[in-house]
């Protein structure tokens, strides 16, 4: 995984994936990143290790007992909800996290929740203490994920064809965009048109298509 964070422009990121290596468990849950070109990005690996929480008890415990970031942070996010496509948070999720942190505010045995906030609000919390006496662990390199192994040199055709796919995309927004000055035609550039064919192949090239087209998938 090697982006430049220079390029676009990215100041935060949040993975999941890499907690679940099988071999080399990766140390750290609020780290800075440092990638292969140079950039930095301040990142941030849930300890709950899963992006379709279904908020109960144990999902939120494991908040604190795997978080490996405890001595430099003690926050972190729980993702709750039906993933991939699933619809995402429910009242049933919702009322099994106010019910836990009515849990911690009596009993405790648990942390906290708190509800409401933003990822972005999440992160700018994170970037005041790191701009302060904080100062988080920074990984240098490539962030390797374990169990998709061989995504580079399996279903080739896939990655090739989404990619012959984004170049063509490209050039038909910049031949739009020259035929939209100025023209005698009263041609405007298609915008929603265009917008729904990037909308489509950004699809494909999240989950499952391309990130996990690797042998056995």
Same mark, same amino acid.
């Given at each position: ?92 999720? +919702?009322?099994? !996290? ?11 045995? =648990?942390?906290?929740?708190?509800? $409401? ?76 048109? +265009?917008?729904? !064919? ?11 298509? =391309?990130?996990?087209?690797?042998? $056995?998938?």
């Amino acid at each position: 995984m090697v982006w430049s964070f220079f390029i676009t422009g990215i100041l935060f990121r949040q993975l999941i994936n890499i907690n679940r290596n099988n071999i080399n468990k990766f140390p750290h849950t609020t780290f800075n990143w440092i990638a292969l070109d140079g950039s930095q990005v301040l990142c941030h690996m849930p300890p709950s290790e899963t992006y379709t929480a279904q908020a109960h008890f144990g999902d939120v415990k494991r908040s604190v007992t795997q978080h490996k970031s405890m001595d430099q942070d003690t926050t972190s996010l729980l993702v709750f909800g039906h993933g991939d496509g699933g619809g995402g948070p429910t009242a049933e999720h +919702i009322e099994k !996290l106010r019910r836990c942190r009515g849990m911690s505010d009596t009993v405790g045995l =648990l942390p906290r929740v708190k509800m $409401g906030d933003s990822v972005d609000d999440f992160f700018s919390r994170l970037e005041k203490k790191q701009g302060s006496a904080q100062k988080f662990v920074t990984w240098y390199g490539e962030l390797y994920f374990e169990l998709h192994r061989g995504t580079y040199t399996t279903q080739s055709n896939n990655k090739k064809n989404n990619r012959r796919a984004e170049v063509a995309l490209k050039n038909l927004e910049l031949l739009a965009a020259y035929a939209s000055l100025g023209s005698s035609y009263g041609y405007k550039y298609p915008k929603k048109d +265009i917008d729904e !064919l990037w909308e489509i192949i950004c699809l494909y090239g999240c989950f499952p298509t =391309l990130e996990h087209a690797y042998a $056995g998938c």
